[in-house]
Every structure is written in C-alpha cells, then in structure tokens.
C-alpha cells in the first residue's frame, strides 16, 4: 500500500482553500467527496478523514511561518446548510483500531496546534458557523477562541457521537466543553445526548458558542469580530514570513534519509534509530543568516524533518516500536544555537522555530513507541537538543571512551531553555516532570547550565538512565533492545503513556490520558465496532444491539 | 589453541580464552580478591595454611581431567571451565526446538535466566558456609580432604555462575556476582535463597547425608539445566556434573562407611536388635535407626528444593527453551509438551490423590520423581551392607509429602510411611520419624577430631580405597 504521505501544500489541496486579505485569513472546509484517502467511503457534508486534516495541519503551518503578518484565521465552511458533520462514520467503522487511534491523535494534536497559535503566535483562530456543525465539526470549533453561530432556526452545534454511534466526542470535545468553554456537567450531559444538537439562543445561553447572530448580519459580525480582534493585536506588518518548501526524503527498505536526519530501521528489533545530524560550526549564526536561510536553516529543517519522520512511522510503520535517537555534530555548536534562540526570542522566525520543536517533542510524547535516548562519543544533546534526553522513557549514556575512539567522551550540556521554552502538555518541562517539581533534585541540575557534564556527572544529577562503558555499551543496548521487543506493544504503551506524564494535569493531559484512553476503549468495544454494533450498523437503518451489562 | 586446553596465561585458570576477553577478565579480576576474601572468612574454619591434596581441574574431557597435588586451599586454583562445544548443536526442547543453540543471551530471555544462574549461583558457596566448623570434628585426615575437596569444588562452581553473569549480563550480572558473596548461609539479614541452605551442617553424618541428598538435588538441576538452549550454560553445567558426582560419592560412601561400623560393631558385640539403641550407642556408634532419621531430614529438605510440584515458572523456563528435563534428549516425545499430561500427587478432598496435570506446568513434580528413583537407588547399596553383614534392618525413603514445608503438602502432616496424621499425633510421633535434640547430642559427642594418619574415629569404617589410590595412612592434609 502507498504510505500515507504528510507532505502537502496549498496548490495541492482537496479540501481546504486559504485565503489571505491583508492580516486576515480564511480557512473555508469544503470537503471533495470523491478524493478520500481510502476507497470505500465518500466524504459527504464537509465529513473529513485523515486526508482532510493533513491539509488543515499544513495551512495552520503555513499559516504561522509564511504569514506572521495574519492576526485573525476565520474558519468557515464552503457548502451550503452544512458547516461539518465531523470525522467520516464510514472511515471509522471501516478503518482498523490502529489507524482510528493514529488519526484521533492526529486530529487531537492539529486542534492544540490552533490553540497554541492562538495562544502563543498572536494568530486568534475563530469559527463561523452556518448550517449542521456536528461531532468532530463542533469539536474543531471548540479548538478556536471564539464561535459565531447563524441564528437562524437550522444551524446547530451537536456532539451526536454517544446516540448516534455509541462512542464519544473524542476529539477533545467533552473535555473542552467543561474545561474550556465552562458549560455546566448536567447540561454538557443534555448536551451529549441529543442527537439533533442544540441551536439559537439556548446554544449562546449554554456557552456552547460566543455569539447568535442573524442571518442577514451574519458577515457583518464576523467582519466587525475579526476587525475588533485584530485592533487589539499589535501590528506585525514588518515582519517578514518564509516560505516552507517541500520536505525531500528517500525512503529505502533499510531506512528513510532526510537532510539533517537518517532513520536506520531494523525490522528484527523493532526499532528505528534517529540518527540526527547536527552542526559543526555556528560562525555566522546571526538574524540575517537566518533570513537568507528561511526553511534550511538547521533547526527549522530538522524540526520539519523529525515531525514528518515521526508522523511517517506513526501510520505507515506502526511495528517499529523502539524509537531510538542519536545525534552527531559539535555540542558546542548546539549549544550556541540554542543561545541564539534564547536571545532572539522577540524574532518572529525564531520564536515560531521554538513553538514548533516544543510541539514536535510533546508529539514524540504523545507517540506510542518506546523512546530510547542514547548519548555517545561524538553526539551533540544540548540545550533544545537535550529534549530527546529528558523526554525519553531511558536515556543511556556512555562513560568514557570507546577503545579505539579518540574523541572526547560524551558530553550532555544543560540549558536555560531547558526550563523555559518546551513545556510538555502538562505545561512543566521535562526537567521538572523527570523530577516531579522537587527544588531539592532541580536545584542541582540548574546549577550545571552551560557545563559539558560527563555520564558519571548525568548519572549523579538523575539526567540519564544508565551510564555504561566501553566494556559494557554495545551489549547491554543490545540486550536492553531485544528485551523490549519481547514485551507486548499494548502494555508497553501503557506503561510509557503512564510514566511520562507525571505532574499536573491540563486539558491536553486530560484529553490525551483520559478522554482518549476512554474512547480507545470504547473503540474496542461489541458495543460500538461488534457486527451488531452501533458504528458497524450506522447507516443501515438498524440500532445498535447492546450488551446491557455496565462495566 | 584447542578449546579444550586451559589455558594459565592470566590469573584464573580457564579454557574462554579469558586472556582476550578485557570486559570479563576485568570484572572477574575485580571479584577475585572478594572472593578469596569471602573464602578466608566463611571457607573451612581453621585450616587455610593447611597443606592439602586436592584434585585441580586441567582440562575438560571425560578422562584424565584432574591432576592431584598439595595446594593450601586460599591458593586454589580456581578457574572457569566449560564442557567442549558441540558442533551444530540444536536447541532440543521447548518453542525454540530445532534451532541454533543461542551463544549470546536472547534479550527477551535475560531476566529469566538470570534469576536461573542467580539461584543456583547461590547455592554453590552456601554449602561451604554450612560445612566451615566440620574440621574441628573430622573422623580422619581422608574424610577432612574429602569435605575440602567437596569445598574447593563448590567454590569453582559458584565461578561458573558468575563468569555466565559478568560475561553475559553487563552490570547487573557484576552486581548479582556481588551479592552471591553478600549473601550468606544462616545470615539474618541475608540469608541464602533456598531454605535448605540456611540448616546448619552440626555433625559429619548430617555433611554425608547432605551430599548424598541435597547435593543430588543440585546434580538433578544441573542435568536439566546442561541441556539449555543458552550454549555457554548448557556446558558449563555439563563440566560441573563431572565435579558433583564426586560429591555424591563421598556422601554415599559416607554414610555406608558408618552403617558398615555400626553393624560390624553390633555383630561383635553379639547385638541382633538394631532398635536396641541404648546398647549400641553404648559401643560410640551410631545405631541405624538415627541414621534412618537423619536420612529422613535431609530427603524432605531437599524435596522442597524442587518447588512446588505444579509450578509457571518450570513451565515458563522450559517453554522458553532454558531449562530441560533430566535427560531430555534420550526422552522420546514431542519435547515441546503442548498438549500432554503428567501425573502429580496431591492432597485432594483429604486424600493423597494421582492428578493428571498439564505437563508443562508439572515439570518440578517430574524432575522430583527422577530424583527420587535415582535416591532410591543409593538406599539399596546401603540395604547391602546392612544385610551383608547379616543384621536385620532396611533403609527406606520416606513418603514425599512427609516433613515438607513447600508445595502440596507443606500444610498436612504426613508420616513417612505415608499415612496424613492429626497434628497432635504428629507431635507426639515426632521424634520417631526426625532426629530429636538427644539424638543430636549424642552425635555431637562422638564427634572428635582425629588427625593421625591412618587412624579414624571408632563410629566410621575406614574407606575401601585411598585417594588416588593412596595407602591407608597417607596424610592427605599436613597440618600447620
């Protein structure tokens, strides 16, 4: 089967047009039956598939590196009477558990990804509701800051998901209902369980959306909306956007090479080994060398990379269960970009670079594989780097010198921007995730910013796992390697999701731990995916036939 | 250079070629001076500056493998040795039948087989702990030689454990070979793994029915274990069992050695009862009831050290292709055991009861039953030399779920004849089936140290024939 491919740009689009006008942009849906990503299901009222969101995924991209002047993205649809009516019930009763589990965090992740624009890149995301906007539609308005809704007796917001197809509104919708929109549980509970949704006055007095408005003024409001948000953002109009040119990659059966990036697949194992190239010198790291260098500058590139190496391996290579990364390159000169993005912070390109290699690591968070970290002789982990470190479920390090290996031994190097810039989704770092928010184990570490701390100095401070030498290395990895592999992939799913994510808890958390762990469930379920289920029969007419036992 | 040859060109004697094996070499080196530490403190008691003739392993083929000489036991030359490989050895049981033999542990399999190395590992050296004070009591220099020799090979044995652990299990199998030291017999705060190994050895009968019992245990998980699917474990455990038949030879030689003297001791004195017990004892030696009590004690004992008759863990390392059965390969069956069943004595509704049980899961239960047969045939060469000397007395095996702590019948008391008695007249029977606190007291008083050459103490026959065909009153240890 030909891979499900993440590149995309504008010019290819099936679903979606962008439209830009000055520093407002339009996202109008409008979904092309006919070029789902999978045969056997047509994509009717504006219903996606993973395909759909893929594009969407590209445009909010886009969005913030090419058009840093955009303050207002309005999400639209392009069909008559019907806004969305969510993620395609065909898709989903037909698709395996694997890919209904990869495309609902997929989904999930692109949602946070308006939010986090709106949040952190100054680009507010708002919906304009006209006609059905049901399910994964409505859950997609939930991820904008702010929802208008055609008050004009048919359109409706609905989360139909648990009467019509006995499965949740998976997509963040229960969670961002309460935690984010504060409607109240019982009337989220009504909410839930009416089938036609809910419209007018009672959807605006519910808080389920922000404004009704009546048809004939309905632009209007939208215009006087966007134009009143993008007077209260300060004007960005200097600054000048890049354009993202397409990723090349080449995928052979031993592994896929990227630019800054070769994956090193070894079916036996199970395992993917990331071996990430980094710098060797940083002599003219500047802002305008930054500029020139727009998409292939070494961060951006290698962030753009690992982001489709990791959702590549998702969906296409779902048995490689062991992501291991290494990196090659000057630890010096990591460390140097990673000051330059420090001290550049107020920079549109280089703030964006840091917002998207803090989503792309909570991404490897949120990826279902073990995470392997292994710090070498000649390996560059620092600063931003030093994520895939702190991040991994057991990070080895090797003390010492191998025998005929003239470097120095390996070095990790701490940095400010450890602490600062790449929260993971429960909003801490990883440094104070991996040490549970205790001063008395953090303090230490903060204290080691800018040193090249050697594996015994790593292994005192709690930075790595286990430090072995030379003697040791190859066959403890080794060993360590086969031993995963001989674990069931479910439970060490649960094991790492379990693990990583200590500390508070926020509506990401909630949504990827809790919400999704539910519907993953649910998924599995006679109830909903039986012969007689409720998905399975979706659109023959007949009920759902359920099992009446509470679990 | 021949596998086969042992090579000295380092410190410990070995046929690995250790000598271009850093990582090992060096770890091992780092042990050694633990160990020797250990040895000096928890080896035999008294006797470290003693001169003794002690066999040394030099090479691994069945013939001509040991050379004697005097060796002061710190000296010892102890060293790793492995049984030749096979070439195209095939994996001869369990999901891996049929193919390769692994040289290199499977990741999938480490922890697992490191506990197997771990807990037999730790029986090696606990023996030693539990024999330390017998030379202050030995009946002569031969048997005193003899208990060293069972000593210096047990240590070697517990080398083999921790060369396969530092040389197949990184840093963990280094901190396990630590523990192995760390860990002693009796001790309270860490004590050894199995229970048998923290009984304290009082007297010689009690060393000579240990080898004869509790070293064959050992014998019987070193046969299932030299047929593993992990090459190196498979030959070092079939160089050991060359090194523990010895051990089970001093034991049966023992313990026939003073039924001998007990009954040539009866005869002269005109005794014919061998329950007159009061009589015999009356001569200083040991009257055949208290020996058929002791025998009692240390079969239970070490019928607890096969674990529970149905028992995962057996059938996961036989699954996993680690662990075999005693002589799995002259077995004819599928030797994968999927859908077969074996029949395990139980305890069911209030009777002892033949249950078939997968066989996977029963596989304790049927190395036990081997190990019984081949205890029961040790038990008859000692019923002839009781009936050679014309008394009229039989050695018997007690039931297996008499005195048993472990498994099926670790919470019913059995006599040994195999009859489930009420607790009070367990109690009130007792000191029939197992040796009481004046048995042992008497015992304790008939052991004396006898150091003269030639000489042996009045409770013991001397041995057929020497050591290495020595006279009869070679000094098999110069003392210092």
Redesign the interface.
């Given at each position: 089967m030909k891979p499900i491919d993440f590149r995309t740009n504008p010019e290819s689009y099936h679903h979606w047009r962008l439209e830009i006008d000055a520093d407002v942009a339009r996202l109008i849906m409008d979904v092309s039956e006919n070029d789902g990503l999978f045969s056997g299901y047509e994509l009717k009222l504006n219903s996606y598939d993973l395909g759909v969101d893929i594009e969407l995924y590209d445009a909010i991209q886009r969005l913030r590196f090419e058009h840093p002047e955009i303050k207002v993205v309005i999400l639209e649809s392009g069909k008559d009477q019907v806004f969305c009516a969510g993620a395609n019930i065909r898709m989903l009763a037909s698709a395996n558990h694997v890919h209904k589990v990869n495309f609902c965090k997929f989904t999930n992740e692109t949602r946070n990804a308006m939010e986090d624009a709106t949040e952190h890149s100054g680009q507010v995301y708002i919906t304009a509701i006209k006609g059905t906007c049901a399910g994964g539609g409505y859950e997609l308005a939930l991820a904008t800051g702010y929802i208008i809704l055609a008050d004009d007796g048919s359109s409706s917001v609905a989360l139909p998901e648990v009467p019509l197809l006995a499965v949740l509104p998976g997509t963040g919708g229960l969670t961002r209902i309460t935690d984010k929109r504060k409607v109240r549980r019982d009337l989220a509970d009504v909410f839930c369980t009416t089938e036609e949704g809910i419209k007018g006055q009672r959807a605006k007095d519910w808080r389920l959306v922000d404004e009704i408005v009546p048809l004939s003024q309905f632009d209007d409001c939208v215009s006087a909306k966007t134009r009143q948000l993008c007077d209260n953002r300060s004007d960005s109009s200097d600054q000048q956007g890049i354009t993202l040119n397409p990723i090349g990659r080449e995928i052979s059966d031993s592994g896929i090479t990227y630019s800054t990036l070769h994956i090193a697949v070894d079916r036996n194992n199970k395992v993917a080994t990331f071996i990430i190239d980094g710098p060797t010198d940083y002599a003219d790291l500047s802002l305008e060398s930054l500029n020139q260098s727009g998409d292939q500058f070494w961060l951006l590139c290698l962030t753009r990379e690992l982001d489709d190496a990791i959702l590549h391996l998702r969906l296409n290579e779902p048995e490689l269960g062991t992501l291991v990364f290494k990196s090659m390159g000057s630890i010096a000169a990591v460390a140097h970009y990673d000051a330059f993005i420090q001290n550049n912070l107020d920079n549109h390109l280089v703030r964006e670079m840091v917002l998207y290699w803090k989503r792309t690591m909570k991404r490897l968070d949120l990826t279902s594989r073990s995470l392997i970290t292994l710090i070498e002789q000649g390996s560059c982990f620092a600063g931003f780097l030093a994520e895939l470190v702190f991040g991994a479920d057991r990070a080895y390090m090797l003390e010492g010198q191998h025998e005929d290996d003239e470097r120095e031994p390996a070095a990790l190097k701490i940095s400010q921007s450890n602490f600062d810039l790449f929260p993971m989704s429960n909003g801490i770092s990883r440094l104070e995730t991996r040490f549970h928010s205790d001063t008395e184990r953090l303090k230490p570490v903060q204290k080691t910013i800018g040193l090249a701390l050697e594996a015994e100095q790593c292994e005192t401070l709690g930075l790595v796992t286990f430090i072995y030498d030379d003697m040791d290395w190859d066959e403890e990895i080794r060993i360590f390697l086969e031993e995963r592999a001989s674990f069931s992939p479910d439970s060490m799913v649960g094991l790492e999701a379990n693990l990583r994510f200590s500390g508070p808890e926020t509506m990401e958390t909630k949504i990827f731990g809790r919400l999704t762990a539910w519907q993953n469930w649910i998924f599995q379920r006679p109830n909903a995916v039986g012969e007689d289920g409720a998905l399975k029969r979706y659109g023959t007419g007949k009920k759902g036939v359920f099992d009446p036992q509470r679990v | 250079m021949s596998i086969d040859k042992i090579s000295y060109d380092t410190l410990i004697p070995n046929n690995v070629n250790l000598s271009s094996d850093?990582?090992v070499l060096?770890a091992l080196e780092q042990w050694h001076p633990q160990y020797i530490d250990w040895w000096k403190t928890m080896g035999p008691d008294g006797f470290q500056d003693a001169e003794v003739y002690l066999r040394t392993a030099i090479s691994v083929e069945t013939k001509g493998w040991a050379k004697f000489g005097y060796v002061k036991m710190p000296d010892y030359r102890w060293g790793i040795l492995l049984a030749p490989q096979e070439e195209g050895r095939k994996i001869p049981f369990g999901e891996h039948k049929g193919e390769d033999v692994w040289q290199e542990?499977?990741?999938?399999?480490?922890?697992m087989l490191r506990r197997l190395l771990v807990i037999q590992g730790d029986t090696e050296p606990a023996s030693v702990e539990q024999q330390r004070f017998l030379g202050a009591t030995a009946p002569s220099l031969y048997d005193l030689r003899n208990v060293f020799q069972v000593n210096v090979e047990e240590g070697r044995h517990l080398w083999a454990m921790v060369y396969l652990l530092q040389k197949?299990f990184?840093?963990d199998g280094r901190e396990e070979a630590h523990e192995l030291l760390r860990r002693r017999s009796g001790d309270k705060d860490a004590p050894r793994m199995l229970g048998a190994f923290n009984e304290e050895t009082p007297d010689w009968l009690s060393f000579f029915m240990f080898a004869f019992f509790t070293d064959r245990d050992g014998k019987m998980q070193l046969e299932s274990l030299a047929q593993s699917g992990f090459d190196p474990l498979a030959r070092t455990c079939r160089f050991m069992l060359t090194e523990e038949a010895h051990h089970m030879f001093v034991g049966e030689s023992g313990v026939g050695r003073i039924i001998q003297r007990t009954c040539e001791t009866m005869q002269q004195a005109g005794i014919d009862d061998p329950f007159d017990t009061e009589k015999i004892r009356q001569l200083s030696v040991i009257d055949l009831p208290t020996i058929q009590k002791k025998a009692n004690l240390h079969y239970s004992l070490s019928l607890d050290l096969f674990g529970s008759e149905v028992s995962t863990n057996a059938a996961n390392f036989y699954n996993a292709s680690l662990k075999g059965r005693f002589k799995e390969t002259k077995l004819t069956d599928d030797h994968r055991l999927d859908n077969t069943t074996y029949p395990v004595l139980k305890l069911v509704n209030g009777a002892l009861t033949m249950v078939d049980e997968p066989a996977l899961t029963a596989l304790n239960m049927r190395l036990r039953d081997d190990y019984v047969d081949d205890c029961a045939r040790g038990i008859r060469r000692w019923n002839k030399i009781v009936a050679n000397n014309g008394v009229e007395f039989e050695f018997k095996l007690p039931h297996t779920g008499f005195n048993r702590q472990i498994g099926q019948f670790a919470n019913v008391d059995i006599s040994p004849q195999g009859e489930i008695l009420k607790p009070n007249d367990w109690q009130i029977a007792r000191n029939n089936f197992l040796p009481s606190t004046d048995d042992g007291e008497f015992i304790a008083l008939l052991m004396r140290q006898e150091t003269r050459r030639g000489k042996f103490a009045e409770w013991i026959a001397p041995p057929k024939s020497g050591v290495d065909n020595q006279a009869g009153d070679f000094e098999y240890v110069r003392l210092s």
């Open positions: - | 850093r990582r060096k542990v499977p990741g999938e399999y480490r922890a197949y990184g840093r």
